[in-house]
Structures are given as C-alpha cells and as structure tokens.
C-alpha cells in the first residue's frame, strides 16, 4: 500500500473463493493514522537527474580544474606530526609553567635581599679551640675547668658558654659578654668585669671577691653563695638577680640588691 500498488479496495482472499476488499479485512486496520503513500515516481514533478543534459568536454574540463587538488604526502605527514606534538604539549604547559613561576619569584627575592641586607664581613664565627686573645669567639662552647688566669679577654664574646669550675683570677674581661654564661664555683676573683654584660649568667658559688664589676650588668644573674668580698659593685645593674642570700633583687637595683 505504501508503494501504492495496492489500496483499502483491492480485493483479496485467503482461499481463491471468498473474496472481499483489503479495508474490511478487521485484522489489517492500524491503530495508528494511515500515513498517505508517497506518490509514485511517476508522479513526481521534482528535479530529475536522468532529465540533466550530457555536458560538454569543456564544463568537464572546468569542473576538474575546480575540484581541490590532493595534497602532497610530505604536507598531510607535516600537518599530522604537527597536530600530534600539540596534543603532547596541552598538559604539559601548566605544569612547566608553575614551578618556574615560583622558582623565579624566589630567586629574585634572594638576588634583591642580598643587595639589601649584604652580610656582615666584621661578624666572626665561634672557634672553640681558639686560644684565649682579646675577642675570642667562644659563643656557646663548652670548656669547663679552664685554667687561664690572668688571661686577657677582652671584648671576647663568651655568651652561653660553659665555663664551669674554671681559674680566671685576675682575667681582663672588660666589655666582654658572659650573658647566661654557666661560670658555678669558678675563681673569678680580682677579675676585671667592667662594662661587661653578665645578664643572666650562672654565677652560683663562684669566687668573685675583690672582683671588678663595675657598669656591668648582672640582671638575672644567679649570685647564690658566691663570694662578693671586696669587689666594685657601683653602677653594676641587679635587676631580678638572685642575691647571696637568695633574696630576688628588686627591678632597678643598681650596686646594691633592693
């Protein structure tokens, strides 16, 4: 029917004897809207390919020089190559690109705070077999039992060092930084403490009579059961140092433990 050969009043049988028209046949009705059949292709009045005239040698040879010419084989492999090494590249990109960022940024911070802040040439690191001379550098070595008297030490940087038990009787320490120094029943005595920066040092029954210290500081000191006969106190800061007697100095006691 779709063809239409045939429609609702063609008639037909099941048996060559009973025949009656394809439309009452109960069985065949659709459920669905009969869609019309298209018309024969007889009927059609649309373009016909078979209708187009035979063209001319010359529309022939017109047309073939407008068709695209093919490509050369070298040029199809370059452009593939090509579209394959992007395809590589694509995530590659980002992450190249954050790690140099970053390193870049960091040198150059560097580059800049080294022109800024150039480092001290005058600062000297500490050498704790270095003799005993004015300016030595024994920042926190530890060097108990040192029998040095008379040494001459003088502006020496002894800041935190261990020193305990040591015989500096009559050393030159002026201007010399023992802050938190551990000196405990060390021979300090007729020692020369001035200008010296004693805060905090350990100075427990350490021997420091007739001792020198004057405009030192002992802020914090511990001078517990130290001997303090005969020394130079005057200018000599005590703030929060604990005394001979272990009384705590009040904040400001200046040559004398308030």
Same mark, same amino acid.
């Given at each position: 029917?779709?063809?239409?050969?045939?429609?609702?009043?063609?008639?037909?049988?099941?048996?060559?004897?009973?025949?009656?028209?394809?439309?009452?046949?109960?069985?065949?009705?659709?459920?669905?809207?009969?869609?019309?059949?298209?018309?024969?292709?007889?009927?059609?009045?649309?373009?016909?390919?078979?209708?187009?005239?035979?063209?001319?040698?010359?529309?022939?040879?017109?047309?073939?020089?407008?068709?695209?010419?093919?490509?050369?084989?070298?040029?199809?492999?370059?452009?593939?190559?090509?579209?394959?090494?992007?395809?590589?590249?694509?995530?590659?990109?980002?992450?190249?690109?954050?790690?140099?960022?970053?390193?870049?940024?960091?040198?150059?911070?560097?580059?800049?705070?080294?022109?800024?802040?150039?480092?001290?040439?005058?600062?000297?690191?500490?050498?704790?077999?270095?003799?005993?001379?004015?300016?030595?550098?024994?920042?926190?070595?530890?060097?108990?039992?040192?029998?040095?008297?008379? &040494?001459? @030490?003088? *502006? +020496? !940087? $002894?800041?935190?060092?261990? #020193?305990?038990? /040591? =015989?500096?009787?009559?050393?030159? %320490?002026?201007?010399?930084?023992?802050?938190?120094?551990?000196?405990?029943?060390?021979?300090?005595?007729?020692?020369?403490?001035?200008? &010296?920066? @004693?805060? *905090? +040092? !350990? $100075?427990?029954?350490?021997? #420091?009579?007739? /001792? =020198?210290?004057?405009?030192?500081? %002992?802020?914090?000191?511990?001078?517990?059961?130290?001997?303090?006969?005969?020394?130079?106190?005057?200018?000599?800061?005590?703030?929060? &140092?604990?005394?001979?007697?272990?009384?705590?100095?009040?904040?400001?006691?200046?040559?004398?433990?308030?």
């Amino acid at each position: 029917m779709q063809l239409g050969r045939i429609n609702a009043q063609t008639e037909v049988s099941t048996d060559q004897k009973y025949w009656q028209p394809l439309g009452d046949i109960i069985e065949l009705e659709s459920a669905e809207p009969v869609i019309p059949p298209p018309l024969p292709l007889d009927e059609r009045d649309g373009f016909d390919r078979r209708n187009e005239q035979p063209l001319t040698e010359a529309e022939r040879e017109m047309r073939r020089q407008q068709r695209r010419k093919q490509e050369p084989d070298f040029l199809i492999q370059q452009r593939q190559q090509r579209s394959q090494l992007l395809e590589r590249l694509k995530p590659e990109r980002p992450a190249r690109f954050w790690p140099i960022f970053i390193i870049s940024v960091i040198l150059t911070g560097v580059f800049i705070g080294a022109i800024s802040f150039p480092t001290p040439s005058n600062i000297s690191e500490a050498d704790c077999e270095a003799a005993p001379a004015p300016l030595v550098n024994w920042e926190n070595c530890l060097k108990p039992g040192m029998d040095i008297p008379s &040494a001459t @030490l003088t *502006g +020496a !940087n $002894l800041r935190n060092s261990g #020193l305990a038990m /040591s =015989n500096m009787m009559n050393a030159d %320490l002026v201007e010399a930084d023992l802050s938190y120094a551990d000196l405990p029943l060390s021979n300090l005595s007729y020692t020369n403490f001035q200008g &010296a920066n @004693l805060k *905090g +040092a !350990n $100075l427990q029954q350490a021997d #420091l009579s007739y /001792s =020198n210290l004057s405009d030192s500081d %002992l802020s914090f000191a511990n001078l517990r059961d130290a001997k303090l006969g005969g020394s130079d106190l005057q200018n000599t800061k005590l703030d929060k &140092a604990i005394w001979i007697d272990g009384r705590i100095c009040a904040a400001g006691s200046i040559g004398n433990c308030l």
